[in-house]
């Protein structure tokens, strides 16, 4: 964590110089940043815009396939052979390979014998072996705990949604690092999910003869009810039959739901990866300590940071470090 907290640079200064190239940002109050226009694609084309404006060569359609080095290095591409006497591995991880990510640059760092630390999924959708389909697609405001082997290692809040598979939602990003860590290491994981929302109470007509369901969804979404119904064979009564031992039952499921979480959606899915180039091989500039005039910026490097803007942020503080190179 040294090495992260002395390389990183102030958010003041990134701020400056991200809205100096006319990428306007806002910041919530937990301190998360985003783009003001919600659009990665904005930023990508203002920042394309200056990168060509500073006559910047950029080669399109180019696989690299390998890198050597003499004197400078050789980067042999699938068309191409370039020279170059200075090089920086800014090539991300294989986070969300639909778009062209791939493990590039970790193979070029380990023909380097650069230690590589194992990458992980992070940012990610969870899986669960026994999905609840009747409840996919349905969202909802949610704090959650994240229990490995019996003991709550970490708490959030934020919306969560039910999916075929698992679970999604800016909650479930946010603790996915931890489980896929602790999935790694055999662990026993599941999430203790509180939907009460903000019901504070349940009220029961002693004479209605309307279904427990039918009731129940006067308080919560429909399907989840019929879920909490099920859990506590409860959905065969009636209203008038609901009594106060039930009633502490249905609240304790809502505040309580369960769900074993055996994996996650992978690179797929993942917004990041954790691991990379090892950060104790890499100087305060970001230069290798193995090979002269190598660098490595942004993702490829093992460092890996919540929702947010974190992520981006080491990339932008990262590549300021080079200013000087």
């Known amino acids: 964590m040294e090495f992260i907290s002395n390389t990183l640079i102030g958010f003041d200064r990134v701020k400056s110089i991200l809205e100096g190239l006319g990428v306007k940002l806002t910041q919530s109050s937990d301190g998360k940043v985003y783009p003001m226009s919600r659009e ?151 999430l203790s999910i509180n939907l009460l929302g903000e019901l504070k109470n349940l009220k029961v007509d002693r004479s209605s003869l309307k279904p427990s369901k039918l009731w129940l969804s006067g308080y919560i979404n429909q399907k989840l009810a019929q879920i909490i119904l099920s859990q506590n064979s409860l959905l065969d009564k009636k209203e008038q039959d609901i009594n106060s031992k039930d009633i502490k039952k249905i609240i304790y499921s809502l505040k309580n739901f369960r769900l074993e979480i055996d994996g996650t959606r992978g690179e797929k899915g993942a917004e990041v990866m954790a691991g990379g180039v090892d950060t104790r091989e890499l100087n305060y500039n970001m230069s290798s300590k193995l090979v002269k005039n190598l660098y490595f910026i942004g993702e490829v490097v093992d460092v890996v940071g919540d929702r947010g803007g974190y992520n981006l942020h080491w990339a932008w503080s990262s590549a300021l470090r080079l200013v000087d190179i």
């Open 40 to 190: 990665a694609k904005s930023v990508v084309d203002i920042l394309l815009y200056e990168a060509l404006n500073l006559k910047v060569e950029i080669l399109y359609n180019q696989d690299v396939k390998t890198v050597l080095k003499n004197r400078d290095f050789i980067i042999q591409t699938s068309t191409n052979s370039l020279k170059s006497s200075k090089l920086i591995i800014a090539s991300g991880s294989s986070a969300y390979p639909q778009l062209g990510a791939s493990n590039i640059g970790l193979d070029i760092a380990f023909s380097f014998n650069h230690n590589i630390i194992s990458t992980t999924p992070s940012l990610v959708q969870l899986t669960t072996p026994n999905p609840i389909k009747l409840l996919s697609g349905y969202r909802q405001k949610a704090k959650v705990k994240l229990i490995s082997n019996g003991t709550t290692i970490q708490e959030v809040s934020g919306d969560v949604l039910f999916t075929s598979y698992g679970v999604s939602g800016l909650a479930i990003l946010d603790i996915s690092y931890l489980v896929a860590k602790g999935l790694n290491n055999y662990e026993y994981i599941e």
